[in-house]
């Protein structure tokens, strides 16, 4: 270590990731039942005036659980202050390969994060604005309906048109 050099094994720490892993467990435990609670909540104790805002905060509340979940199912690791990473959880059974799709649908997951907090700041930036054409396509549902989903769906194949260039690009350097 004198000489600047770092090798793994200075850098694996077994206790911490028991630490990690039931920081992990504790932690998604706590979020399935607290989210869960704000659904139940949001659904059943809201008033008539939430009308579609309701939809938009359960929208929020399922894609950041399924980020966690995703999270809970990987569990990564930082071993020491060093970017390495190592699993602990339920996806470290999968070969090395395999994580390039677990990254695929991480990279889903935070364009549906992203998707839904735009949808939302849309949504309140539309209420600025009132007799725009704007805010008739924010303020009537089948029509917001409409839009979130299309714009999901294209902010989905942008990422997916994008991850492909890179693996063909990166596929095409290593042959």
Request: charge should be positive; include cysteine.
């Amino acid at each position: 270590m004198s000489n600047g050099t770092f090798t793994l094994d200075m850098l694996y720490h077994p206790k911490l990731l028991m630490i990690y892993k039931s920081f992990h467990y504790t932690s998604f435990f706590f979020t399935t039942i607290f989210v869960a609670f704000a659904i139940f909540v949001v659904l059943n104790k809201s008033s008539k005036a939430m009308s579609y805002d309701k939809y938009r905060v359960i929208n929020m509340l399922v894609w950041v659980y399924l980020s966690d979940f995703l999270y809970f199912l990987w569990q990564p690791a930082n071993n020491g202050p060093y970017f390495i990473i190592s699993t602990t959880g339920v996806l470290q059974i999968l070969p090395l390969e395999a994580f390039i799709y677990v990254t695929i649908v991480f990279a889903f997951l935070i364009v549906g994060n992203v998707h839904a907090v735009s949808i939302a700041l849309q949504y309140r930036i539309s209420a600025l604005y009132p007799n725009t054409k704007f805010f008739t396509l924010m303020h009537t549902g089948k029509y917001c309906l409409t839009y979130a989903i299309l714009l999901f769906i294209g902010s989905e194949i942008y990422l997916i048109c994008k991850v492909l260039f890179f693996v063909f690009l990166i596929v095409g350097n290593i042959e």
